[in-house]
């Protein structure tokens, strides 16, 4: 495994005036101009372009130049809404697209002043969000591009904190570029071509991140699994010359075991039940959920939680092929119960029904699995959304408090007994797809049928959000890493609440 650089080094301006080639501020509707913090040249081209454009609507633009000592420094404000309507999800908007377009033009040395007036930038979950933005700003997945156009340039971010924040943003500064170590992870295993990223090459990945965190890793062949009666994850991938896998990783020592699933097929086909080829390219990315989870485990070694942190990861390929599973097949999984398979493009679930019961085995204070699951879940929620499902309302309640804060959007979504009912087979003890309607709670209700008498569990189907096809500014098309933020901020705030008690 390659080691994690992150593109853009991220420090905190406390004292002094950093030395900068781009500054970038951002200026809320309303808000005073002056900042006493920005060089007498900067300040100066900020209150011109807030009296020009004081009558404009919130999105307009002012760029421009500043003489600072002997430096020329290029200088670009964005006017932003009203500091009581400002999100997330708007922040972050302009910092990447402002931070994107410094990096284009060359600039090594940035400086980002942060506004004073906007709540949601204050606190230290606001500044973990914001530094890990920070640090990924520059991202681009191209291994697989000429030396020659590949080459990153090293470069310093500086940020101005909000006024009275400044201790915030230094405690932030740790944690949030471990998380942003994550996400590159996430992103770029996610990125990787399939006829690279197999079941064998994602184990090694595992085994080789462990190794270099001070955890454990132990890898499952198909003999092993076999012998294991892990029949979900053998029959998905026993279409493919790439023989499924399944990984385990464990770090720590002390504190709340927690369970970490997360979904791998490296490619999907859809099996027999074979998916149109429009758009088959993206199935790359249905190792997502794995992805993921190997970025919250990088994050959690980075940051020395006090967690004992187990993650499962099943690995396979689904194509077809004489050897593939077929629709009316019955499957037993680990945990005895047997499996009538409906779709072979319903395979994802079957994987996971082997891996949660192996976490659930090891009895787990909590287990989180994550997985690009179904295309419902899009319908339901639309591509920048996860779904949660959890029977624990205390641990939903959690993931929900530490998604809002770190800009992910999770919505509940509910388990009803009659989801259970509708997965019940004809021939087996379930079926593996229940039809079309609800098809995302009836996915979670299948896996609930695997985790045992393990009450504290959940589900994230991120099927939406885990990837882009459609360009932004500041967000380039492939794996987002989503989730990563959520579980390293749940898994902290597990580690706090264990240590003062």
């Not at 853009?8 to 002056?34: E, F, K, N, Q, Y």
């Not at 973990?128 to 640090?135: F, I, L, P």
């Not at 927690?258 to 990315?285: C, N, Q, R, W």
């Not at 940051?303 to 690995?315: K, Q």
Request: with cysteine.
């Amino acid at each position: 495994m390659q080691t994690i650089k992150l593109p853009t080094d991220v420090r905190i301006s406390s004292r002094g005036i950093p030395a900068g080639d781009h500054w970038v501020l951002g200026l809320p509707a309303g808000a005073d101009p002056s900042d006493e913090r920005l060089p007498a040249p900067v300040s100066g081209f900020l209150a011109g372009a807030a009296r020009r454009h004081r009558s404009k609507a919130p999105g307009w633009t002012a760029e421009g130049s500043a003489q600072i000592g002997r430096r020329h420094a290029r200088v670009s404000v964005l006017g932003l809404e009203a500091p009581d309507r400002l999100e997330p999800r708007a922040i972050r908007k302009w910092l990447d697209g402002a931070l994107s377009a410094a990096i284009q033009e060359g600039a090594e040395r940035v400086v980002v002043r942060l506004p004073s007036a906007v709540e949601c930038l204050r606190s230290e979950p606001d500044a973990v969000r914001v530094v890990a933005s920070a640090a990924l700003s520059g991202y681009r997945f191209d291994r697989y591009r000429k030396q020659a156009e590949k080459r990153e340039r090293e470069r310093t971010l500086w940020l101005i904190p909000p006024g009275g924040s400044e201790e915030q943003y230094r405690a932030a500064r740790r944690p949030g570029l471990a998380i942003a170590r994550g996400l590159r992870l996430a992103r770029d295993l996610g990125n990787t071509p399939p006829n690279v990223a197999t079941p064998a090459w994602l184990a090694e990945q595992a085994r080789d991140l462990a190794s270099e965190c001070g955890g454990k890793a132990r890898v499952l062949g198909p003999t092993e699994l076999a012998r294991r009666g892990m029949g979900g994850i053998l029959a998905v991938g026993q279409g493919s010359a790439n023989g499924p896998r399944m990984v385990r990783l464990d770090l720590g020592v002390r504190g709340p075991k927690i369970a970490l699933v997360g979904k791998g097929v490296t490619f999907d086909s859809g099996g027999l039940s074979i998916k149109p080829a429009a758009s088959m390219e993206e199935m790359k990315y249905d190792k997502c959920g794995a992805c993921t989870v190997l970025g919250a485990y990088l994050a959690a070694a980075d940051l020395d939680l006090p967690v004992r942190l187990s993650c499962f990861l099943p690995l396979a390929e689904n194509l077809p092929a004489a050897s593939s599973y077929r629709p009316s097949d019955i499957v037993r999984c680990a945990n005895g119960k047997t499996v009538e398979i409906i779709n072979t493009d319903a395979e994802g679930r079957m994987i996971l029904a082997d891996a949660i019961h192996l976490a659930a085995r090891w009895k787990p204070d909590h287990l989180v699995e994550l997985s690009t699951l179904t295309g419902a879940c899009v319908v339901a929620l639309g591509e920048r959304a996860a779904a949660l499902f959890s029977p624990d309302d205390e641990l939903a309640d959690a993931l929900l408090v530490v998604a809002g804060e770190a800009g992910e959007r999770l919505w509940r979504m509910p388990l009803w007994p009659e989801f259970k009912e509708q997965m019940k087979g004809e021939h087996a003890d379930l079926k593996n797809s229940g039809g079309r309607w609800g098809g995302a709670n009836l996915a979670a209700a299948f896996l609930g049928e695997f985790v045992g008498d393990l009450a504290s569990w959940a589900h994230l189907d991120i099927a939406g959000p885990a990837y882009t096809t459609k360009p932004a500014p500041g967000r380039t098309v492939g794996a987002t890493g989503y989730g990563v933020t959520t579980l390293v901020q749940w898994m902290r705030s597990l580690g706090t609440r264990s240590s003062t008690r």
